[in-house]
């Protein structure tokens, strides 16, 4: 079984503390990057679009007669090689959604939580009692902690509103809900900060990409 350090809400060292067992799998890449793909796809709107010749305006009538005028026929100003036409094969409004099975979704998780417990990138804090949202506070402790220039994913014990209000001006810190760790997340962050009481949430059995 994996172990991570314990801090205090003041980044003071206390002990350590042993990871469940989430963090001690199989790193499985390819997983991973089915995981990560679908995260991604998952994120587009799809609504990209652009019009063939049947659908852009004007081009009805003939621009110059079949014969005779020494240029090549032509039966219409919006075909696609003039100014104006159409386009080819251009993009249209599809779902990029893709549905993993919930024992991948599983693996991938269980993956990612394990690629960073193997590179000692997990720090586990008691409890962030955060009465008011101050960025401030949340910069200080991960200046404690010697995080400067990481990417910090900090996973709450529950909905911590004042913590993600304290981390969203931050522009390498991402707070979310134990819960709802995502691998993608997981895998862009350098280290992971978890509030200690959310370790016995078994996020496995809920967590999505």
Known sequence: MSEAQVYTAAAAEKGTVTLPEEFSGDVNTAVLHASVRAYLGNQRQGTHSTKTRAEVSGGGKKPWKQKGTGRA????????????????????????????????????????????????????????????????????????????????????????????????????????????AAPYEILWSNVLVIEQGALTKNTTEVSDV
């Not at 506070?137 to 509103?161: A, F, R, S, W």
């Open 73 to 180: 026929r032509a039966g219409t100003t919006r075909a696609v090689h003039w100014r104006g036409g159409g386009v080819v094969f251009g993009p249209k409004p599809r779902d990029y959604r893709i549905d993993l099975p919930k024992k991948i979704r599983r693996k991938a998780l269980i993956s990612a939580f394990s690629s960073r417990a193997n590179e000692n990138a997990v720090h586990v804090i008691e409890s962030f009692d955060v009465s008011s949202p101050k960025t401030k506070d949340l910069l200080q402790l991960i200046e404690k902690l010697g995080l400067v220039g990481k990417k910090v994913l900090i996973l709450t014990d529950g909905n911590k509103p004042n913590v993600y209000l304290s981390g969203r001006n931050l522009p390498k810190v991402e707070v979310r809900r134990y819960q709802d």
